[in-house]
């Protein structure tokens, strides 16, 4: 069964730094492309950052380059995205995603970011 489960969200000042982790299972995860979307109230659905795992390339929305690093732990099994200067717009809920293939699109649950002085 894959599964896929966030943490590191919380409340954090204008300016600030978080780091949310997604620890995977069920897949090979050394082997795919990993992501981080968020969903706010007012924008919907927004793609913000993937790896693909097995070459650690990488690609960030405009709106998150320089401030955001998505990085894989394969040993671990475990998705990273460490946020830096963070800014009232980055609220939002924050998901992990990967596509299998025929298997279809998996995501976690969710980790609530806030920026808010």
Known sequence: EVQLVESGGGLVQPG??????CA????????????????TPGKGLEWVSSIVTYISA????????????ISADNANNTLY????????????????????????DYWG??????VSS
């Open 16 to 21: 600030g730094s978080l780091r949310l982790s």
């Open 24 to 39: 995977a299972s069920g897949f090979t995860f050394s082997s795919s492309t990993m992501s981080w979307v968020r969903r």
């Open 58 to 69: 990488t690609y960030y929305a405009d709106s998150v380059k320089g401030r955001f690093t």
């Open 81 to 104: 995205l460490q946020m830096n200067s963070l800014k009232s717009e980055d609220t939002a809920v924050y998901y992990c995603a990967t596509r299998l293939g025929p298997a279809g």
């Open 109 to 114: 649950q969710g980790t609530q970011v806030t």
